[in-house]
């Protein structure tokens, strides 16, 4: 189990659509991160948020866009991806001596 | 640059002793997690070390030397489920993880 949720788990859609990702977190971590991850492959840093403000954009692109409603809730918009945005997207919250995953978003671009 | 190094695989026998090891060198060091992926999965956290020597938690332990920029990762009395792919990753100067990739364990019956 893991004290990281987030929604959906599994989520198809088109080139065209809009929709988010969301994750939430009552472990009182005032950080928290967006990661995206290939098969076989690193998480890759996409968005950290520390305190409620993005202190880290590692230049992604502006299709995705993350929003931090308050200190236990991390969003990720989604619009516009492409194919290559399939991928297992990892929210994530940390505190110095841990940090902890959710269990993922399985996303599928048609 | 930064670089984080670990063996891409490693196969093991069910009921032995494993050691993974990772080195690295980063723009700073805030400590070096360990964390256990299952195929499919999300990454589990296994360890925290920030000063040297060794952490126990049960059947894991994990080692680090920051003069030497090492660290490993021991699991003993591997049962079949301790087949995933086992991620260091080291927190620089910028309070990010710095990913090594993987080592995937296979354990034999």
């Known amino acids: 189990d893991t004290e990281v949720t987030q929604t959906p788990k599994h989520l198809v859609m088109g080139m065209t659509n809009k929709k988010s990702l969301k994750c939430e977190q009552h472990?009182?971590?005032?950080?928290m991160y967006w990661y995206k991850q290939k098969a076989k492959k690193p998480p890759e840093l996409m968005f950290v948020?520390?305190?409620?403000?993005?202190?880290i954009n590692e230049s992604v692109p502006s299709r995705f866009s993350p929003e931090c409603p308050n200190s236990s809730l991390l969003n990720l918009h989604l619009h516009a991806l492409q194919p290559e945005d399939s991928a297992l997207y990892l929210c994530a919250s940390s505190l110095m001596q841990s940090q902890h995953f959710g269990d993922g978003t399985r996303l599928s671009i048609l | 640059g930064q670089n984080i190094d670990q063996p891409t695989e490693m196969t093991a026998t069910e009921g032995a002793i494993v050691q993974i090891n990772c080195t690295y060198q980063t723009s700073g060091f805030n400590g070096l997690f360990w964390y256990q992926q299952h195929a499919g999965e999300a990454p589990t956290f296994l360890s925290y070390n920030v000063l040297d020597g060794l952490e126990e938690k049960g059947r894991f332990s994990s080692f680090l030397s920051r003069s030497k920029g090492y660290s490993y990762l021991l699991l003993k009395e591997l049962q079949m489920k301790d087949s995933a792919s086992y991620l260091c990753a080291v927190r620089d100067s910028n309070y990010q993880l710095i990913w090594g990739a993987g080592t995937k364990l296979i354990i034999k019956p």
């Open positions: 472990m009182g971590h005032r950080a």
């Open positions: 948020y520390s305190y409620e403000k993005l202190s």
